[in-house]
């Protein structure tokens, strides 16, 4: 063998008789690689028209889907649309089909069809000659706009949210009129010294303007409170109705001053409006992600102005749902504070008796095969069964994300699977009329749509889905996944709640001889209230493409495994997290060909606050750390997060507006923090940061970094220009993939 060749091979680990499967390791060939997988989109929303029955008698509807997709040549994500046919018989698909290719949208931000399918509202943004974003709320009526409302110009409110924490599109049920959520309009300000254009022009006196639009002196700078990181600049939100017929537009009043409200739609007989209120007293905390933000359901009335509760006001509830039959609204609740993310309670509002039934509680443990509770902070904009007796829901369970018939009457809970269904995550996106939307995808599987007829009850087993592509997806060829299950060693249990385990997802390459011995990436999940489920994820793909075995691990404190296991984790963040990871991967490492020598860290947020620790209490043991946005130092991020709750409580301590903690629970934050292992830290660190992050700000990873150069380990930083926490435009995604990939090359043989 030629010594150029040695060469190469001990580049990829090559080691004597050890047999190490090929890495690829060109830049430009990695770079291809990745564009390929960025290419398949993900299906962001679904709406299914009317049935329509021909001269034949047979019955077809029209489904009506919306894609986003990466595209790195201009560097933002495309949202396009695609039409589908399905011909039933209200039973059962006789046929499906695509309408033609997928066209793009543009500059769409909400849209959504009146109930009768004859009408569609479509919230759209542009730029004026100026170059400033002009919104304007259209009406289209089958090929034609029929309104088109220029809401910058009228300037009755400030943005419309098309956000899925607050905004909404709803039609009234007699599709007279439309209702949005928008930002309050902002009184002028102007400097103490500034003289006003019309002064000087006209010789009105102060004493004949009723100073509606006076601009206020002196108030230019003062600050607006927004709900924090992803929603930026969203104060004060305000409902509007717009009057299809005299285009005319209202603010609606009566809604109380310390309640910011959302997530709004139509009472039954249009008489006033349903909408989820956040309080806001004492001051906003950080709302994306963090349901458990108090809230109350509430109605107000458009005939009196009168508002009033509907539900609890002293638990947090959001995503209400009204039934086909107008009688009743499904909703979830969780409790204030706490977790960020939690195991959350299903219950209903009768319109008409006013009474509240929860239908689904809290679970405590997860059984193996049995149902582990609702995690999700977001139904799907229609969830129920066309008798308005049962509600569809997908949440995780487990490692997987599995769809669950819940019945509104008895709270029998029963999972929505066909017998030999593909293993993987279901999502729902649409029913109507018991016609299914839903979207499937794992590790090797990109997003597809499938439908099927919701069966009687008793029979969910019986579900028939059928693609709508030509085709089905096929799995991505190179890609083995499977499930491990892990049980910590008694030393490691929680006195507190023992007997929990926890779960990872493993990726690698397929068709490895038992020789081989494959690099490994773990991936500890943020939150860290979160999960993996196992669905399609672009980063583990292409690194498992590229030769490298990836370990998503799920630690206790994961949703999907009972509210114990969520519980288990607050006061023992960088201690119990910390072992389940490091535990997962010896185990791993026993049972699977993974190089022990060649084991790397990447992860976001909550993980990246796992990745540095591990690499501080385990020094050495890998080759290479990557860290995006990290919690390095939660003592220090208290200040300066919008989710100051966060810190006290995965701290173990309590949390209140109106207190401050003590000089000892400010050391034991400090004590749970990654930069107090910073002196044994040996890997080499790469620190991914956005400019813009207001949930982990910035300065938590450059003290870690200038720790590090202290201690002369190597490190590196990326700074990303206009991201926030999840450095998500196309462009920083698509850099920090390609720097990820390049660090772990360069330092896993190190």
Known sequence: MAAAQVRGLCALGYHGNQTIPPILNNTKEIASLYRDLSQFPSLSSVSIGPNVTTQYGGKYSNIYTEWSQRDLDRNEQVKFCRHYIVFHDN????????????SEIKGELLSKESPSG??????????????????????????????SINLTALDKHGKVYED????????????????YIAEKKCPKAESFFQTGAEELSSGASEEGDDGANKPVKGDQFVLREDWGEGLVNKSVPVLCVLDIESS???????????????????????????????????????????????????????????????????????????????????YLQCDVFGPHQQCCRMLTYDWYTKVTTTVVDTVSRCTDGQFSGIYTSLLASFCWSADSQRVILDTEQRSEHALFVIDTKSGAVTPLQSKGSSTGSWKLMAIDRDLLVVSFSSPSCPPTVKVGFLPPAGREQDITWVSLEEEEQNPIQGIDWSFKIHQPPPEQENPQYPGLEFESILLKPQDVSAESKLPLVVYPHGGPHSSFASEWMLFPATLCKMGFAVLLVNYRGSLGFGRDSILSLPGKVGDQDVKDV????????????????KVMLCGGSHGGFLSLHLIGQYPGFYKACIARN???????????????????????????????????????????????????????????????????????????YRALRGHGVTSRVLWYPGNNHSLSKVDAESDSFMNIALWILKHMND
Request: aromatic content about 10%; glycine content about 8%.
């Open 118 to 147: 004859n009408l569609k509202a479509v919230l759209r943004e542009s730029k004026n000659s100026k170059g400033d974003d002009t919104q304007f709320l259209e009406v289209w009526n089958k090929n034609r706009k029929v309104k």
């Open 91 to 102: 039973k059962t698909v006789v046929y499906s089909g695509a309408c033609g290719n997928g």
């Open 164 to 179: 899925d924490q607050f905004g909404c599109l709803s039609w009234s049920h007699s599709e007279s009129h439309l209702l």
């Open 582 to 597: 490091q535990m997962a991967v010896q185990q791993v490492l026993q049972e699977e060909p993974i190089d022990p020598s």
């Open 248 to 330: 005319n537009i209202s603010v609606l009043e009566g809604i109380p001053e310390n309640v910011s409200p959302g997530q709004a739609f139509w009472s039954p007989d249009d008489t006033g409006v349903v909408f989820v209120g956040w309080y806001h007293s004492f001051f906003r905390l950080g709302l994306k992600y963090c349901p458990n933000r108090r809230a109350a359901l509430f109605f107000v009335d458009l005939t009196g102005g009168k508002c009033e509760t509907l539900s609890s006001d002293t638990s947090a509830v959001f995503s209400p749902r009204l039934s086909p039959d107008k009688c009743r609204i499904v």
């Open 630 to 704: 990290p919690v390095t130092n939660i003592a220090a991020m208290v200040g300066s997060t919008d989710i100051p709750d966060w810190c006290l409580v995965e701290s173990g301590l309590p949390y209140s507006y109106q207190s401050l903690p003590d000089a000892a629970q400010w050391g034991e934050m400090l004590n749970k923090s990654p930069i107090r292992y910073v002196s044994q830290v040996k890997t080499p660190v790469l620190l991914m940061l956005g400019e813009d992050d207001r949930r982990v700000p910035n300065k938590q990873g450059l003290e870690y």
